[in-house]
C-alpha cells in the first residue's frame, strides 16, 4: 500500500521544488501517522533549514485563555492549533493582510505568499492587526533537517503546491486536505477523499 500510493502517485507527478509560501500536502497512504493527511504551510525553507506549521489540526485551547490580546483578531474557531510537534510550547502566528496592503511597510509582517504573511508576534497586536483580516495561531512547528525534506519529497511522501491566503483561515468545518487536493492537476482530485485509516473505508 505505501508503495502504491507513494512510488506510483506521487512520484509519477512533476515536482515542485518547497519555498517558503508552498504547500506540503500528505501523500494519501503517508507512511506517518502523525502526518496522515497534513497540509504543512512552508514558512522558512534555506539549506539549513526547513519549518513549517500543519494548518489542519485544532486544539481545545481557546486562544482568549493564553493568548487574549489576540483573540479580537483570530478567525473562528479562536482557538490554538497544533502546528507540529516541535516546540509545542512555542507559538507561530500566521495572517492574511487586506487587500491593498503594502506588507513591506510592516516590519512585523513577513510575505508568505499573495496576502499570506508570518506574523512577528513579538510585536503588539495593534502593530500587525489593522493590516490583516483575520490570523491564526498555531503552537509548535515541523521542522526538516538538511536534506531530509528533499528525501521525503522525492519518496513519495509529499506533493509540494502553492498555497492560497484562504488555507491559512479556513473554516473550522472545512476538510482541507481534500480541498487542496481537488485544486490539484488531475489524478489527484481523484483521491480526495481517501481515508485517514483505511479501515475508515
Known amino acids: 500500500m505505501e508503495d502504491f500510493y507513494s512510488d506510483r502517485l506521487f512520484n509519477a507527478l512533476e515536482r515542485t521544488e518547497p519555498e517558503a509560501g508552498m504547500l506540503l500536502v500528505a501523500a ?19 539549506e539549513f533549514i526547513t519549518f513549517g506549521v500543519n494548518l489542519v489540526q485544532r ?15 483570530a478567525v473562528k474557531p479562536q482557538v490554538i492549533y497544533l502546528g507540529g510537534p516541535v516546540q509545542p510550547q512555542s507559538v ?8 491593498g496592503v503594502d506588507i513591506g511597510a510592516n516590519p512585523r509582517l513577513t510575505r508568505l505568499a499573495n496576502r499570506l504573511v508570518h506574523l512577528d508576534l513579538r510585536g503588539e497586536p495593534e502593530e500587525m492587526v489593522e493590516d490583516l483580516t483575520g490570523l491564526r495561531l498555531f503552537a509548535g512547528f515541523a521542522e526538516w ?31 482541507l486536505w481534500s480541498e487542496v487536493m481537488r485544486r490539484q492537476p488531475m489524478p489527484l482530485p ?12
Not at 94 to 99: D, K
Request: aromatic share 8%.
Open 145 to 175: 533537517a538538511p536534506g531530509q525534506l528533499q528525501e521525503e519529497i522525492e519518496r513519495g511522501d509529499w506533493y509540494v503546491t502553492p498555497a492560497l491566503p484562504g488555507d491559512v483561515i479556513a473554516p473550522p468545518r472545512a476538510d
Open 28 to 46: 494519501p497512504g503517508m507512511p506517518s501517522p502523525e502526518f496522515a493527511r497534513s497540509v504543512v504551510l512552508v514558512v522558512q525553507h534555506t
Open 92 to 99: 507561530v502566528g500566521l495572517g492574511v493582510t487586506r487587500p
Open 59 to 73: 486544539s481545545d485551547v481557546a486562544i482568549a485563555n493564553v493568548l487574549p490580546e489576540w483573540v479580537t483578531a
Open 190 to 201: 481523484l483521491f480526495s477523499t481517501f481515508p485517514t485509516d483505511l479501515v475508515d473505508n
